[in-house]
């Protein structure tokens, strides 16, 4: 009989900025892929934004602000590439009314936080974040400047905390982590249940042990809070739209 335990730790998945940890999960696929992709630049927008929302005088410098720009709009371009992999190659992994939430709330999203070459978020970050415009005077940049301040900004994130949210809903996504054994891996097909195999030369693949534990979404889903409340403590009324409201 297969061996059943219950993992009671939180699941953590790899910051690759850190050591790696046996119990980090990884991604396995394409997909989960490009959804830790969206975790790294959530990751990066934690970190810019969280001086801003710290600062106790009240006061908002665009300078600190502007460090949030490169970051958030990666987040937005990744939310677009796992949506373009979701749509494309996971139709039939997903329920009706999964699609017609997932297309509901990435439609808002396009029209919230837009990343077209004229958007004010792609300017910001082209213009003056990524690198400064070297054919503009620089009286000039104040053009730039003047697209942004701290509630827009609150707004794109808001924008894409709930795109982001909406996408960790579904059971779709494969982990990984090292078992420290040759030739077992550990694997979480299914959200809640890690398996281990073991793959050995010549032999057919054994099932060693099935174990129930917290799916590593829910590491994304505390980093998103986490992101939330920096936002809220400053502007508590961003993001607040009836079109969030799910359909019918």
């Given at each position: 009989?297969?061996?059943?335990?219950l993992?009671p730790c939180d699941p953590?998945?790899?910051d690759?900025s850190?050591?790696?940890?046996l119990?980090h999960?990884?991604?396995?696929?394409k997909?989960?892929?490009?959804?830790t992709?969206c975790?790294?630049?959530?990751?990066d927008l934690?970190t810019?934004?969280?001086?801003?929302?710290?600062?106790t005088?009240g006061d908002?410098?665009k300078r600190?602000?502007?460090?949030?720009?490169t970051?958030?709009?990666?987040?937005a371009?990744?939310?677009?590439d796992?949506n373009?992999?979701?749509?494309?190659?996971?139709?039939?992994?997903?329920?009706?009314k999964?699609?017609?939430?997932?297309?509901?709330h990435?439609?808002?999203?396009?029209?919230?936080?837009?990343t077209?070459n004229?958007s004010?978020l792609k300017?910001?970050?082209?213009?003056i974040?990524a690198?400064l415009?070297?054919?503009?005077?620089?009286?000039e940049?104040r053009?730039?400047?003047?697209?942004?301040?701290?509630?827009?900004?609150?707004?794109?994130?808001?924008g894409c905390?709930?795109m982001?949210?909406i996408?960790?809903?579904?059971?779709?996504?494969?982990?990984?982590?090292?078992?420290?054994q040759?030739?077992r891996?550990?694997?979480m097909?299914?959200d809640?249940?890690?398996?281990?195999?073991?793959?050995a030369e010549?032999k057919?693949?054994?099932l060693i042990?099935?174990?129930?534990?917290?799916s590593?979404?829910?590491a994304i889903?505390a980093e998103?809070?986490?992101l939330?409340a920096?936002v809220?403590?400053?502007c508590?009324e961003?993001?607040?739209?009836?079109?969030?409201?799910?359909p019918?």
């Amino acid at each position: 009989m297969t061996p059943l335990f219950l993992d009671p730790c939180d699941p953590r998945i790899e910051d690759p900025s850190q050591p790696l940890d046996l119990t980090h999960w990884q991604p396995q696929d394409k997909r989960t892929n490009k959804l830790t992709r969206c975790l790294e630049a959530l990751r990066d927008l934690t970190t810019a934004f969280r001086p801003i929302a710290e600062n106790t005088s009240g006061d908002v410098d665009k300078r600190v602000l502007k460090q949030s720009i490169t970051p958030l709009y990666n987040l937005a371009t990744t939310l677009r590439d796992l949506n373009n992999e979701i749509i494309s190659n996971c139709p039939n992994e997903l329920m009706d009314k999964e699609k017609k939430v997932i297309a509901h709330h990435f439609k808002i999203f396009m029209e919230a936080v837009p990343t077209t070459n004229s958007s004010p978020l792609k300017t910001a970050r082209d213009k003056i974040a990524a690198h400064l415009e070297k054919d503009k005077l620089t009286p000039e940049y104040r053009d730039y400047w003047d697209q942004f301040d701290l509630p827009v900004v609150a707004d794109w994130i808001m924008g894409c905390i709930r795109m982001f949210t909406i996408f960790i809903q579904p059971d779709l996504y494969h982990w990984k982590r090292d078992s420290g054994q040759a030739d077992r891996y550990t694997v979480m097909q299914f959200d809640g249940k890690q398996v281990v195999l073991e793959i050995a030369e010549n032999k057919e693949p054994e099932l060693i042990s099935v174990t129930m534990t917290r799916s590593p979404k829910e590491a994304i889903d505390a980093e998103l809070r986490t992101l939330l409340a920096l936002v809220k403590r400053l502007c508590p009324e961003a993001g607040k739209t009836e079109a969030y409201k799910a359909p019918e």
